[in-house]
């Protein structure tokens, strides 16, 4: 079983930027797709960004379409979400999730994904 831990969150203010990590301890890694959630006090976890286990397909959130970036670099088992333009409402923790079938759909279903990290607080301060 993969093991996920997040690094990178931490209190910004509205319009800055943030990278989170997520580092993966298992050597089949490049297998896997890798999605980012978030979930905020009292609201359902929600979808932020998936990406295929070749780095070649993404997929968003409508919230932060044209705002958030997800990339991966197999080589060193890790995957990232790049922030930008953030706004208070993207105050959250945010999770990594690994998920060994790669299927090509249902990326934003969390049921689907088979490890979890931690999470990562981010606050954005208006």
């Known amino acids: 079983q993969v093991q996920l831990v997040e690094s990178g969150g931490g209190l910004v203010q509205a319009g800055g930027s943030l990278r989170l990590s997520c580092a993966a301890s298992h050597r089949t890694f490049s297998s896997y797709a890798m999605g980012w959630f978030r979930q905020a006090p009292g609201k359902e976890r929600e979808f932020v960004a998936a990406?295929?286990?070749?780095?070649?397909?993404?997929y968003y959130g409508d919230s932060v379409k044209g705002r958030f970036t997800i990339s991966r670099d197999n080589a060193k088992n890790t995957a990232y979400l790049q922030m930008n333009s953030l706004k208070p409402e993207d105050t959250a923790v945010y999770y990594c999730?690994?998920?060994?079938?790669?299927?090509?759909?249902?990326?934003?279903?969390?049921?689907?994904?088979?490890?979890w990290g931690q999470g990562t607080q981010v606050t954005v301060s208006s």
């Open positions: 999730a690994a998920r060994s079938r790669d299927s090509g759909s249902y990326y934003a279903i969390g049921a689907l994904y088979d490890a």
């Open positions: 990406i295929r286990w070749s780095g070649g397909t993404t």
